[in-house]
């Protein structure tokens, strides 16, 4: 059983919305902080959002702060991320990771989004 799985992802205009969701089948989710990352096409990966255990702290990427919420909802083992207001540069695919405190020890395989002109 997969760990991480990621949804939600797709074509959109800029100015849109979309929300991602990263179901998590393991044990540890709701006692773990959780992160988005995303990588565009010919570039690093990048940190987006983190949440704590309780979803009590957050913290965001410059690029993406006032316009995508972190959030979740450890009744349902799933993390969120919700993005308004997208621009070009936010096309990238999408990954959820698990820290366990010294790295991360759960990746998704992530999902695309595509924002569009």
């Known amino acids: 059983q997969v760990p991480l799985v990621e949804s939600g992802g797709g074509l959109v205009q800029a100015g849109g919305s979309l929300r991602l969701s990263c179901a998590a089948s393991?044990?540890?989710?709701?006692?773990?902080?959780m992160d988005w990352f995303r990588q565009a096409p010919g570039k690093e990966r990048e940190f987006v959002a983190s949440?704590?255990?309780?979803?009590?702290?957050?913290s965001y990427a410059d690029s993406v702060k006032g316009r995508f919420t972190i959030s979740r909802d450890n009744a349902k083992g799933t993390l969120y991320l919700q993005m308004n207001s997208l621009k070009l540069e936010d096309t990238a695919v999408y990954y959820c990771?698990?820290?366990?405190?010294?790295?991360?020890?759960?990746w998704g395989k992530g999902t695309q989004v595509t924002v569009s002109s």
């Open positions: 990771a698990q820290h366990n405190g010294n790295g991360y020890d759960y």
């Open positions: 393991g044990r540890t989710f709701s006692s773990r902080r």
């Open positions: 949440i704590n255990w309780s979803g009590y702290t957050t």
